[in-house]
């Protein structure tokens, strides 16, 4: 599968989880704080989904799950350890749905990175679905260069662009400009106004 990488806005869309042991966890937790209205339907859940419930638009529901569950999902992901139930939500996704199929990444037409956020910084790390495990790893290690400071430098660089952006000069000026917010923000963690 050739894939292209996309970030998605998610707030206010319905994401369905099918699922409800390790592996989905995993998912809604880096679900949480996306704005997506989460659903997960399982009729087995780990202790720890249920104490998810009321925070983040999370619901469950305790129950094979139905195609009725689907229809209106904008993204569902598929996460469970049986191939029959597996094979079901996706038969039953339609075309214009976005699949993640845990179990077997082809499956799907989506895929979740490991995922590193420092604010607006967002680092993914795919690997086609051949190590799950590599890309976590890789992800750690990224996260140790990547500190939380990055949050303080880009919101910095955020706030430095539009000043630059507004300013009435020549684009080689505001790319310089841009350069040294740039220099600063790498080299010093700006204090914020």
């Keep these: 599968m050739s894939e292209y990488p996309v970030s998605l806005n998610l707030t206010g869309k319905s994401v369905v989880i099918v ?22 339907v399982s009729p087995e859940m780990k202790e720890d989904i249920k104490n998810l419930v009321n925070t983040d638009n999370l619901s469950i529901v305790e129950r094979e799950v139905r195609a009725s569950d689907l229809q209106d999902a904008f993204l569902i992901i598929v996460a469970t350890n049986s191939i029959e139930v597996n094979e079901f939500v996706i038969h ?22 490991a995922t590193l956020k420092r604010g607006r910084l967002i680092i993914s790390i795919f690997t086609g679905g051949a190590s799950p495990l590599l890309a976590r790893k890789i992800r750690d290690d990224l996260s140790l ?17 539009l000043a630059i952006k507004c300013k009435n000069i020549g684009e080689s000026e505001k790319r310089r400009e841009l350069a040294k917010a740039l220099n600063h923000a790498l080299n010093d963690v700006p204090e914020m106004d």
């Design 92 to 113: 039953q996704a339609r075309d214009n749905q976005l699949v993640n199929a845990s179990h077997q990444a082809d499956r799907g037409n989506v895929s979740l990175p």
């Design 19 to 40: 699922g409800g042991g390790r592996i989905a966890l995993r998912k809604i937790r880096g679900l949480l704080g996306s704005g997506a209205i989460l659903t997960v």
């Design 145 to 161: 260069k990547y500190d939380e400071s990055y949050s303080q430098r880009l919101e910095y660089l955020y706030e430095k662009r």
